[in-house]
């Protein structure tokens, strides 16, 4: 989508452009690139209110440093489009999120201006204490470090691990926290009651702009004066706010909250800012979806809304012509409270995902039984094995590639002391336009390789359901249950429960010469595969293994026996994956076969939409298909030759 010629913004390609104008013209820019922002994602999609919240700090920022000198570090990357924009990809910025097009969250490698590659919260101060610290080391003194991390970010101990090292350091590092109350869901936790309190403390935010004031014309008299405006500002924090102790503990200099929205003010503070060294903190207060009334109003629903009209803001969505399959979330999100009505130790625990998760319905029906953490993964893990000590059945749901973050607490705190805590690992497999970051590609992996651990795979709806009944079962340790994003196969999902023997998989369909091994939602590919295959009398038998720990041998040792070629299907990395250990069965049962893995191979996999990527990767329904007929050929080719 192009820009509207003679506009401002239509002359900006970098931010030395943005600098030739005058702060007076900053708002105007500012609008422009929040109606740019919402003409192109409400035809193309994406993350929205995030980065309308930030469409001030963002030209603040790029107007104030010397980017891409000084280091700009985006936490998780959802508020970066118009970062994007006024770095030289506004021509490129409808490509957003499309295979082959520019990456939804900042990248080393798409741009000089992406100074570190994101898309998981709360890595911002790190990271960028990481280049101060190097700046300092090579002597680069006048060198920016800025971070810019939202307050639900600010939960994770990623984040507070940052700031403990960061106060000791001497390194020149500003934290922008930009506080807007939101994550994707609203923030929970004290820290939120925390800044909340700062924000709203009236008679402080009026007292402090009147003496701050002061003391900045007192400051300008010399280096003695300087020195007691110090102390003073410190005595009026320590008494009038109490709570700015936090960062000022952690040897952080606090400024603020000031008004995130007022572009020339934020500017100016930036550029003051720059000549104050060491770890500084700027608190900025934002409204997501600034500019856009109803994200404003709603900011969860507006966070991804997918394509919506921009005048009247009805999000568009297809109307379907007869009952469709639900969303592997929901089926989720209902059978817990279905579970819990019927077993009262059930509990769910998310991580700052109760929409996403769909957690958020039992949260609503059952308020004391169901926890949103925070952005906290790692405490997730753990806090559901306290609960799990005490007779507890927790639930803890948390995103494939956010598990990654847990591993530890995974082995350490529920493997090892054999706990009950079953993890519902959601958006498991290739997750689509959000990237290698949102990807579960290695679940399988690294959960198969964990003493103790049962690890299974629905294949549908009904599954998803049959899995979760299992796993609350008396003795039954860790359970993860891994399910793609996206929808099911099954309208008529909704049947009764039935206990599943763990580590039993199912034959779909018999058949001659190959056999299909499958494991979960891919399932679903191979018999679409074996009907069309069917047609032109090839006829290979599937199985459904359900569980890739433990396996099913008795399962095994037929295919083993039965077939010489065997596929094995999954929507995940092949590299210690289903097939591995289809591989490792087979090496310690002395069979011989030819074995092909189909699944994510080992490089980083980008974005796209799902079908797109299970295609590029080579184990959608036509790569089965392709696989099948290749053993076939090759049958014929041997039977010709005798």
Known sequence: MEIKPGTLLSTINSPDDLKKYSEQDLEQICQELRQYIIDVVSVNGGHFGASLGVVELTVALHYALNTPYDRLVWDVGHQAYGHKILTGRREQFHTNRILNGISGFPKISESVYDTFGVGHSSTSISAALGMAVASHYKGEKDRQHVAVIGDGAMTAGLAFEGLNHAGIEKSNVLVILNDNCMSIDPNVG????????????????????????????????????????????KSIKGTLLKQSNLFEALNFRY????????VKRLASIIKDLKDIPGPKLLHCVTVKGKGFALAEKDQTKWHAPGLFDKITGEIKKSVPDKPQPPKYQDVFGHTMVEL??????????TPAMPSGSS??????AMP?????????????????????TQGLVPFCNIYSSFMQRAYDQVIHDVAIQNLNVIFCLDRAGLAGADGPTHHGAYDLAFMRCIPNMVVASPMNEEELRNMMYTGQQENMGPFTIRYPRGNGVMPDWKRPFKALEVGKGRKITDGEDVAILTIG??????????????????????????????????????????????????????????????????????????????????????????????????????????????????????????
């Open 190 to 233: 004290a820290l939120k009651e925390y800044l909340t309190s700062i924000t709203t403390s009236k008679s402080y935010n009026r007292f402090r702009d009147d003496v701050f004031n002061v003391l900045t014309k007192l400051s300008e008299l010399g280096p003695n004066a300087q020195k007691y405006v110090k102390k003073i500002q």
């Open 255 to 262: 400024f603020g909250p000031v008004d995130g929205h007022d």
């Open 340 to 349: 819990a009505e019927a077993n009262d130790k059930i509990v769910g625990i």
């Open 359 to 364: 957690l958020n319905i039992m949260m609503k």
């Open 368 to 388: 004391d039984r169901a926890f949103d953490v925070g952005i906290a993964e790692q405490h997730a893990v753990t806090f559901s094995a306290g609960l799990a």
């Open 521 to 642: 939602h891919v399932g679903n590919f191979a018999v679409e595969a074996c009907k069309e295959l069917s047609t032109e009398g090839i006829h290979p038998a599937h199985y459904d293994l359900r569980f890739v720990k433990p396996l099913d041998t008795e399962l095994l040792h037929e295919v083993f026996k039965r077939y010489q070629n065997i596929i094995t299907v999954e929507d995940g990395c092949v590299q210690g994956g289903m097939g591995s250990a289809v591989l490792e069965f087979m090496a310690d049962n002395g069979y011989k076969a030819n074995v092909v893995r189909l699944g994510i191979p080992d490089e980083i996999i980008e974005h796209g939409e799902q079908p797109e990527l299970w295609a590029l990767c080579g184990y959608d329904k036509t790569a089965i298909i392709n696989t099948v007929k290749k053993f076939a050929i090759s049958r014929t080719t041997k039977t010709l030759a005798c």
